[in-house]
């Protein structure tokens, strides 16, 4: 990966430098002041060269994030046992749960901090996540599968939950009952086949997610697929009834209604 953004960015390098190279032609070539237009274009060319490297440069930052917030947090499996782990990864990522048996909470305050009393019950597993707008991500799931009691999962507006994340939810097909997937915006028709491992699972909501062409089609396909489910999010008719042929039908509806009335 690195030789691949080295080699972008010996491209990128390069094709600024022709530029700028074509600017000092222009320049070396005109008048001895360069016109004003001449003056726009070398700045212009400076102003998106500048621009593009705070773009990548922010891109990578993020990806590094992502990377660093999914590690695995084999430390604390080994010291505290899994159920601590869990709660640790979920907390640093700004989540929440809570415990069987608990009807508690445990959050992260306004600034993300959370307290270690979660700690006092190793031996509990986690039932209940929500991870709702955070990075969690297809390595970050590595902290949660040995939560074999989870019932609910909340993954509304997670912007790296995508396909393979979802294939890796099999882990949970005897126990999760509740799922949200609303408003993921990588998710595909070809992810949501594979949830037909959750055995268990009694609700799921779809709603917001742009990659579905035919939502309504994709709701039936869910329902076939997981018959004791209640699919939320998606309308029948979203997709399968296209503008034109709504139109000719609201035409044809009105012409009847017409001749009717003649009838009449």
């Not at 491209?11 to 360069?34: E, G, N």
């Not at 274009?41 to 999914?70: A, G, H, P, T």
């Not at 901090?113 to 006092?120: G, T």
């Not at 939502?215 to 939320?232: D, S, Y």
Request: a neutral charge; hydrophobic letters at 40%.
């Amino acid at each position: 990966m690195a030789a691949s953004l080295l080699s972008q960015a010996i491209k990128r390098c390069s094709a600024h430098t022709c530029a700028a190279a074509a600017v000092r032609r222009a320049l070396s070539s005109s008048a001895a002041t360069p016109s004003v237009f001449t003056r726009f274009l070398l700045k212009l060319s400076q102003y998106f060269y500048d621009v593009e490297n705070v773009l990548n440069w922010n891109d990578w930052l993020r990806s590094q994030s992502v990377i660093r917030k999914n590690r695995l947090f084999g430390y604390a499996q080994k010291n505290f046992g899994n159920n601590v782990a869990a709660a640790y990864y979920i907390l640093t990522l700004r989540g929440s749960f809570r415990f069987a048996g608990q009807s508690e909470w445990f959050r992260t305050d306004s600034r993300g901090k959370f307290s270690y009393d979660f700690m006092s019950t190793p031996d509990t597993q986690i039932v209940e996540v929500d991870l709702s707008g955070t990075l969690i991500n297809h390595n970050g799931l590595e902290n949660l599968v040995k939560q074999t009691k989870l019932q609910s999962l909340s993954l509304r507006g997670c912007p790296e939950v995508d396909d393979w994340f979802l294939a890796c939810l099999h882990v949970f097909g005897e126990s999760l009952v509740e799922l949200d997937l609303s408003h993921c915006s990588r998710i595909t028709v070809g992810g949501l086949a594979a949830l037909q491992n959750l055995r268990k699972l009694q609700r799921l909501d779809v709603s917001g997610l742009p990659r579905l062409q035919n939502p309504g089609l994709v709701r039936i396909l869910l329902e076939e697929m997981l018959p004791h489910c209640q699919v939320t999010g998606a309308e029948y008719e979203q997709g399968l009834i296209q503008p034109d042929s709504q139109e000719q039908t609201e035409n044809h509806h009105e012409a009847s209604t017409h001749t009717g009335l003649r009838h009449l």
